[in-house]
């Protein structure tokens, strides 16, 4: 009975507070409630402003606006002028809005949050058309574009829509608002990996210099120092200005700086690419090796190695950068070459048909260097 009588108390003092809110409205907002909880929504855009008029210190009534009405109408700009309109009001404030009660700050949050993503996400379906339906790719292009432009009106904070929009705009062969939106995603998150990544790709794409893209790659490897891919990129961009010790080195601090030995093979893996494509043939030999003895899985190290090898090979072969012509030595280095590919063979022997064909070619020229 005890119980049952709490019960009924609790129920009493929830139906008077109730009653104090709705007494505490303005007959404006309590009108433009009624109008919601019967779906008048025309009603209810008519009376929401006189309320906003007798009330106007009270976020929310904005909060409802933007959601109530703006929302519903796909009126993007308006909607988040009236919440951050309720922000300016009282960001601390509990205010009740369909039937929960949060602080304005995480009421406003919360709604553009949920209408971000509606509009992000309808835009990636538009996208995923493309490859359903790809001879009306424009078509889709440009609606996924329209959503993705919603979401950046709704949430212009977020780094990830312009990047998004960016790439649209590079599939339409807009290489300007390609470029234009991918600033603006930096802009916007300047500290993002993603963000300044992804604007060194699209602005190659766009025929930038690689002057110009370059601090954008350094930007990314600052952020994320072991990331392998940040890291060739930038070395590929040095290289290409004539910069080649600088490509080196930025590989050798990151080695310096990792601890983790699958990162630093990988990181090692790059480096003896590097050597290996400025026909510093023993230096990269050295990195393909630390990277095989760090992760004896990775068969693209033993075959950088085979490939380090067989080019110091040519070298004594034809007596070329500075080499004594030296067969002996050739054959020497053909001979160790063989080897690496045997062992990449049979790590990878998927590929063992094409690992093949190089090892006759590496034969070949060993016969050759052995014949004298």
């Known amino acids: 009975m005890i119980q049952f009588l709490r019960l009924k108390l609790n129920y009493l003092l929830a139906t008077i507070s109730a009653l104090v809110i709705i007494a505490c409205s303005s007959q404006e907002y309590t009108t433009a409630k009624l109008a919601i909880q019967q779906s008048d929504w025309s009603k209810a855009e008519e009376w929401l402003p006189k ?19 703006h929302a519903r109408n796909g009126d993007w700009e308006e909607m988040s002028e009236m919440l951050q309109k309720a922000m300016s009001l009282d960001a601390n404030k509990k205010v009740e809005i369909r039937a929960v009660f949060l602080p304005v700050s995480e009421q406003v949050n919360n ?5 971000w993503a509606e509009q992000f996400n309808t835009g990636v379906e538009k996208f995923k058309k493309i490859q359903e339906d790809p001879g009306n790719k424009k078509e889709y292009l440009n609606q996924a574009i329209e959503n993705f432009t919603n979401a950046s009106i709704i949430n212009p904070k977020d780094a990830q829509t312009y990047t998004t929009l960016s790439k649209c705009y590079l599939d339409l062969d807009d290489k300007e608002n390609a470029i234009k939106f991918i600033k603006k995603a930096v802009d916007k998150n300047p500290d993002n990996f993603s963000a300044n990544f992804t ?7 766009c025929g930038l210099t690689s002057e110009d893209v370059i601090p954008y790659y350094q930007k990314a490897v600052q952020i ?3 990331n392998s891919n940040a890291l060739r990129e930038l070395a590929s961009m040095y290289y290409d200005i004539g910069q080649k010790e600088k490509s080196i080195q930025v590989f050798q601090d990151a080695i310096q700086n990792e601890n983790d030995n699958i990162i630093k093979a990988d990181l090692y893996f790059n480096l003896g690419v590097i050597h290996n494509q400025m026909k510093n043939y023993e230096e990269a030999e050295k990195s393909f090796d630390e990277a095989y003895y760090l992760n004896e899985d990775d068969f693209e190290a033993a075959l950088g190695m085979a490939s380090a090898y067989e080019g110091l090979g040519d070298k004594y072969f034809n007596g070329t950068d500075g080499f004594n012509k030296d067969l002996d030595l050739a054959a020497r280095w053909y001979r160790k070459a ?21 090892l006759e070619l590496i034969r070949y020229k060993r016969d050759i260097a052995e014949q004298k």
Do not use: C, H, T, W
């Open 224 to 226: 994320e120092p072991s």
């Open 199 to 205: 604007a060194g790709q699209i602005m190659l794409r």
């Open 111 to 115: 709604y553009i949050q949920y209408y």
């Open 51 to 69: 309320a906003m008029a007798v009330e106007p210190d009270n976020p929310e009534i904005p909060i409802v606006y933007a959601i109530e009405v």
């Open 338 to 358: 063989e080897k690496k590919i045997k062992d990449v063979k049979s790590i990878d022997f998927e590929n063992a048909a094409e690992y093949q064909r190089q």
